[in-house]
């Protein structure tokens, strides 16, 4: 079965320094693995996704994901937070064995926390 | 720009109550979800509809319907609400192929007294 896993429910970061917010995957065969936002009392909103070609992939608000098929892991990195980074962080990998078409597969989610 | 709305931001109704929660897309997309978000469970998936008319269910479809009379339409019924339906439900829609990203709305508190 697939499934993706966040394994910290918090991560505390100082406005300035680099983040990251951890995420791994299990898939059988090549992983379609997104990322993305959630500030509070609203929807999600994509950030970046990673479907195949450059393991570095950019997206929104200066967010980068490292693609590591080797650790099957999909780790969402700033180099420098911003207090309003401070939200919900949802790793998802896309479900394409379950029968239900285009769904993804969401981790628990990972709250992050700037501080001035 | 995309848009996914839900009609409702936030609905309180009592137990046994009918409940409807409306979505409208406009990127004419095939695939539409309906996904409750509960803290320290993250998303499930309730139903979701890959075509008008079609729907599937998904992971926690107990306590729930679904109807797709328009492709730009998905909405989610609460026959009789109970107080274990209270959550946030989230609505999404995506195009038909795999490499798409889903477009979620703003969300639907539901509480349920």
């Known amino acids: 079965a697939q499934s993706v896993a966040q394994p910290e429910d918090q991560v505390n970061v100082a406005e300035g320094n680099p983040l990251t917010v951890k995420c791994t995957y299990s898939?059988?065969?090549?992983?379609?693995l997104f990322w993305y936002v959630q500030y509070p009392n609203r929807g999600l909103q994509f950030l970046l996704k990673?479907?195949?070609?450059?393991?570095l992939v950019k997206g929104s608000y200066g967010f980068e994901a490292e693609f590591n098929k080797s650790q099957t892991s999909f780790h969402l990195k700033k180099p420098s937070a911003l207090v309003s980074d401070s939200a919900l962080y949802f790793c998802?990998?896309?479900?394409?064995?379950?029968?239900?078409?285009?769904?993804?597969?969401f981790g628990k989610g990972t709250k992050l926390s700037v501080k001035p | 720009d995309v848009k996914v709305t839900q009609s409702s931001r936030y609905l309180v109704k009592r137990t046994g109550e009918k409940v409807f929660l409306e979505c409208v897309q406009d990127?004419?997309?095939?695939?539409m979800f309906w996904y409750r978000q509960d803290p320290g469970l993250g998303l499930r998936l309730i139903y979701f509809?890959?075509?008008?008319?079609?729907?599937e269910k998904g992971d926690i479809p107990e306590g729930y319907s679904v109807s797709r009379e328009k492709k730009e339409r998905f909405s989610l019924i609460l026959e009789s609400a109970s107080t274990n339906q209270t959550s946030m439900y989230l609505c999404a829609s995506s195009s038909g192929h795999n490499t798409g990203e889903l477009f979620f709305g703003e969300g639907s508190r539901l509480t349920v007294l």
């Open positions: 990673y479907i195949t070609g450059d393991n």
């Open positions: 998802a990998v896309r479900d394409i064995y379950g029968g239900s078409q285009g769904n993804l597969i």
């Open positions: 990127m004419d997309h095939e695939n």
């Open positions: 898939v059988s065969g090549n992983p379609y």
């Open positions: 509809s890959y075509d008008v008319k079609m729907k």
